[in-house]
């Protein structure tokens, strides 16, 4: 299936940095995961994501198509993110055979302040990658745009919607 | 003697951006309910509008979660840690 285009960055809204590793790293563990959803943590400064950390898909609900993160778990990423002097800015997680956009039930259960990043992952390849911000209303989410950072030999910024 | 009671990420911004708060209290309701006197902006993003706890906030002291102890009526001892904990969910399709 094709890839979605890629959308052009404009207005004002901050826009997610994804390190290349951590690009790769949710990307990967959605190929893994599928056809089930899997699930980890955004650690990084500001608008930096330093590092994507996998966790368990702890949902009791039929993994493909829900996602929990256990206590536990959250704790070990607040715990991760204070090693590393960072902060903990959000989760991602996979739609299999959905598009990455948030879904009612994503809504439901978002907390302020957290970055929400989806993967589409459309028969087991990972496509479009999108970022999420609840309203403080809690009435809708804002798309907030992305961009993975190039290694430093390559230098450079590049678009992360749409590359599969 | 306040006990202390640990603030994640999502929550700090109405905690005056303070990841550990602390607040006196002989139960964990009563904690909870000082904690809230005093950081009134946490109110509705712990409780639900008749007054309970939201089902994705977890309440743990120290390592056990409230559900399997007491509930709010969890009796505190000196030095025990309170922690608020978000559950983190969601999902694809309906």
Same mark, same amino acid.
């Given at each position: 299936?094709? !890839?979605?285009?890629?959308?052009?960055?404009?207005?004002?809204?901050?826009?997610?940095?994804?390190?290349?590793?951590?690009?790769?790293?949710?990307?990967?563990?959605?190929r893994?995961?599928?056809?089930? *959803?899997?699930?980890?943590?955004?650690?990084?400064?500001?608008?930096?994501?330093?590092?994507?950390?996998?966790?368990?898909?702890?949902?009791?609900?039929?993994?493909?198509?829900?996602?929990?993160?256990?206590?536990?778990?959250?704790?070990?990423?607040?715990?991760?993110?204070?090693?590393?002097?960072?902060?903990?800015?959000?989760?991602?997680?996979?739609?299999?055979?959905?598009?990455?956009?948030?879904?009612?039930?994503?809504?439901?259960?978002?907390?302020?302040?957290?970055?929400?990043?989806? =993967?589409?992952?459309?028969?087991?390849?990972?496509?479009?990658?999108?970022?999420?911000?609840?309203?403080?209303?809690?009435?809708?989410?804002?798309?907030?745009?992305? =961009?993975?950072?190039?290694?430093?030999? !390559?230098?450079?910024?590049?678009?992360?919607?749409?590359?599969? | 003697m306040?006990?202390k009671?640990?603030?994640?990420?999502?929550?700090? =911004?109405?905690?005056g951006?303070?990841?550990?708060?602390e607040?006196?209290?002989?139960?964990?309701? *009563?904690?909870?309910?000082n904690?809230?006197?005093?950081?009134?902006?946490?109110?509705?993003?712990?409780?639900?509008?008749?007054?309970?706890?939201?089902?994705?906030v977890?309440?743990?002291?120290?390592?056990?979660?409230?559900?399997?102890?007491?509930?709010?009526?969890?009796?505190?001892?000196?030095?025990?840690?309170?922690?608020?904990?978000?559950? =983190?969910?969601?999902?694809?399709?309906?």
């Open positions: 299936m094709a !890839a979605e285009k890629p959308r052009v960055v404009t207005g004002t809204r901050p826009t997610l940095v994804l390190r290349a590793e951590a690009d790769s790293g949710i990307r990967r563990h959605g893994e995961a599928y056809p089930h *959803e899997c699930c980890g943590a955004l650690i990084g400064r500001e608008q930096l994501v330093m590092e994507a950390l996998a966790l368990p898909n702890a949902t009791g609900e039929g993994s493909r198509r829900r996602f929990l993160v256990r206590p536990v778990d959250y704790r070990a990423a607040e715990r991760r993110a204070a090693a590393l002097g960072a902060a903990l800015l959000g989760f991602y997680h996979s739609h299999p055979d959905h598009p990455a956009r948030p879904s009612p039930y994503d809504l439901d259960h978002a907390w302020p302040v957290f970055t929400y990043v989806i =993967v589409a992952v459309e028969g087991g390849e990972p496509r479009a990658l999108t970022s999420w911000r609840l309203r403080d209303d809690r009435s809708a989410f804002d798309e907030e745009p992305v =961009v993975v950072e190039e290694p430093k030999a !390559a230098g450079g910024r590049r678009q992360a919607a749409g590359e599969a | 306040g006990h009671i640990l603030i994640p990420t999502p929550l700090r =911004v109405y905690a951006k303070q990841d550990v708060v607040a006196e209290g002989r139960t964990v309701g *009563e904690l909870l309910a904690m809230t006197a005093e950081y009134t902006d946490l109110r509705h993003h712990l409780y639900t509008e008749d007054g309970k706890l939201r089902s994705f977890n309440i743990y002291v120290n390592d056990d979660d409230i559900r399997y102890l007491e509930k709010e009526q969890t009796p505190l001892k000196p030095g025990d840690t309170v922690s608020i904990i978000p559950s =983190v969910a969601g999902g694809g399709r309906a």
